[in-house]
């Protein structure tokens, strides 16, 4: 895999992994009493009227028995009309709003208010006041939108349609009427079969040409990836035949086997390519990972890993492709000395947090002033544009994801050019090569 077959769909895919993030963040916050307000708009919906909702719901509240839950009740709801007060119309893809007091540390109590437009269009109005936040609609935002292709082909005729999510669209069709078999023997036969073969080269050419009409724009394949499926061999010729486009058969996923042709058969097909379809990311991050690998092991030194020589070669602006295992743990502390107004960046392990006298003094002995901390690949997903580098994020749900994630701390990436990197005494950075060759 070279670098320039990366999947360029990064920003989407960050904005689905901060919405991941939040939903954990939110599924993990418990509240006391019925205090959490999850308050979720369309993108129709409209602000003097949620809020007229919202009074009355305050309104509602006071006849609440319990004088403690009463009051964290209209509390919640005065937090959400403070954060609807901000907008003057619903934005485009919808609004979420949560709020309320949450429980941390077991029992200290924190104020939360969360509010931002989806990544896409949401469609559902939610309004609920309980003692978690609800997040089965944001989880539906997840749900994988890409495009796939699907061909159906046997001796009866071709469908062309595609899936994307929930939503499936049939494209283009049309029936053939084949010769059958000729049983006899003798000249006529010998005739009749040559017939037969042209017959079926010219449809050949036919499912090839209309895949060509359907399946590409701008000379580009404009799906994620294409199904060939059908009851006969056809599927298998279309697959191997120099008529079909080039351009096509690099995006070819899988070719199955269904009993129907037709529209149940396209029905089928998505049944059965459920488990290829699920594999995609999957597949091009083994991929990645496998030519990373591969420049580790022929030593080229066009590469990086871990913390430390990563966030050199970045600042250089040397990485051309950032590697980023998504749950990196890592946190990014940004110190500034009070004395001199210095600033300096370190990288902790969870495990380090709050052990000041080794992580929060300078080399004088000073103690600096924590004024900004994050996760870093929260930090990276925010700026590895800066760095002039591309961003690919990982699992640890493949073996070389987890490789990558253990054995190379979780970070690393290809370069542009080679570079000195300091002198690491860091062991968690160390690496055997035969741990992936």
Known sequence: MSINDIEEDTDDYIKRWKVKQLINQLNSAKGNGTSMITLIIPKDGQVSRVQKMLTEEYGTATN???????????????????????????????LVVCVGTVLVDGNKEKKLAIDFEPFKPINKFIYKCDNKFHTDALSELLEDDKKYGFIIVDGSGSVYGTVSGNNKEILARFTVDLPKKHGRGGQP?????????????????????????????????????????????????????????KRLKAVVLNVIDIAYGGEAGFNQAIQYAQETLKNVKFVKERKLLTSYFDEINKDSGKYCYGVKDTMFA????????????????????????????????????????????????????????????????????????????????????STEGSQFAKGFGGIGGFMRYTLDFPENDEDDESFDSDDFI
């Open 314 to 397: 970045l600042e250089g602006g040397a990485v051309e492709v950032l590697i980023l295992w998504e749950e990196l743990p890592i946190r990014r502390i940004e110190l500034t000395n009070p004395l001199t107004q210095k600033k300096e960046q370190r990288y902790l392990q969870p495990e380090e947090l709050g052990e000041e006298q080794s992580h929060y003094l300078d080399s004088e002995g000073v103690k600096l002033e924590v004024t900004e901390d994050s996760l870093l690949v929260e930090w990276l997903a925010d700026k590895y544009k800066n760095f002039g580098a591309k961003l690919e994020f990982v699992t640890d749900k």
């Open 64 to 94: 609440i028995k319990n004088h403690v839950n009463k009051l964290s009740v209209q509390a919640g709801i005065r937090s959400a009309q403070e954060k609807l007060k901000l907008y003057k119309e619903i934005p485009t893809n919808g």
């Open 189 to 245: 036969s010998m005739r009749f079969a040559r017939i037969r073969l042209e017959k079926r080269h010219n449809y050949l050419r036919k499912v090839a040409e209309t895949a060509t009409t359907v399946f590409i724009t701008n000379d580009l394949p404009n799906v994620e990836g294409l199904i060939l499926a059908g009851s006969s061999n056809f599927k298998k010729q279309l697959a191997q035949t120099d008529m079909f486009d």
